[in-house]
Structure formats: C-alpha cells, structure tokens
C-alpha cells in the first residue's frame, strides 16, 4: 500500500502561484512514477503532469506545458506541482497519484494505482 497524503492548495488571484506537495509513504519503493490530476466542477477529471521516480522524466498536459513543473525528492519520498501564471480555468481540485509500473495509458486515471484526498486550488479573476 502506498499513502498519499497532499499539501498546499488555497486561493489565489489570476497571474499568482502556488506550489502543491505530495507525500508519499508506505511501500513508496514500489512505485514506478507519480502524477497529478484534476477535477473542475462540471469538467471530467483530466491528466496534469507525471514524473518517474528513477532518471525523472517528465510529461505534461498542453494546457499546463510551459506553467506547471512537476518535480520529486526521493529522499523525502514528496512530489511537488509548481504552479505559475495560473488561470481561473486552472480552479479544480488537484489529486496526487501513484502507479506501481509503466502499463497502461499514462494521461489515463484508471492507470494509477494510489489516490490521495485531493486539495483544493481556487484561482480569482
């Protein structure tokens, strides 16, 4: 089992950032990579970004490419979601996940083995 536990969501005006952390902890070892998802109201649940924890390749969502960097400290066993020149379209909650290999569809949530309890982020206009 692996334990997800996010950090760092809030409000903040159009322009601004936030940074969100995800610990992990539990069988962290097992886990082949990391990811971040959202859910706006009314909107499906959609892919964010993914970093591997071995060599820490990264991939993106276009509408975040360029704003967004994910990142990890495997020491700590936490990734990190900067976020930069937010948008009110970037407002949904935003959920830490965990897969246990590279199968499946990495923009997929149904890929993702671990979910944590997801944090809100609110962006003013």
């Known amino acids: 089992q692996v334990q997800l536990v996010e950090s760092g969501g809030g409000l903040v005006q159009a322009g601004g950032s936030l940074r969100l952390s995800c610990a992990a902890s539990?069988?962290?070892?097992?886990?082949?990579?990391m990811g971040w998802f959202r859910k706006a109201p009314g909107k499906e649940r959609e892919f964010v970004a993914d970093?591997?924890?071995?060599?820490?390749?990264?991939r993106y969502a276009d509408s975040v490419k360029g704003r967004f960097t994910i990142s990890r400290d495997n020491r700590k066993n936490t990734v990190y979601l900067q976020m930069n020149s937010l948008v009110p379209e970037d407002t949904a909650v935003y959920y830490c996940?965990?897969?246990?290999?590279?199968?499946?569809?990495?923009?997929?949530?149904?890929?993702?083995?671990?979910w944590g309890q997801g944090t809100q982020v609110t962006v003013s206009s």
């Open positions: 996940t965990a897969r246990l290999d590279s199968s499946g569809s990495y923009y997929r949530g149904i890929t993702y083995d671990y």
């Open positions: 970093i591997r924890w071995s060599g820490g390749s990264t």
């Open positions: 539990g069988r962290t070892s097992s886990s082949y990579a």
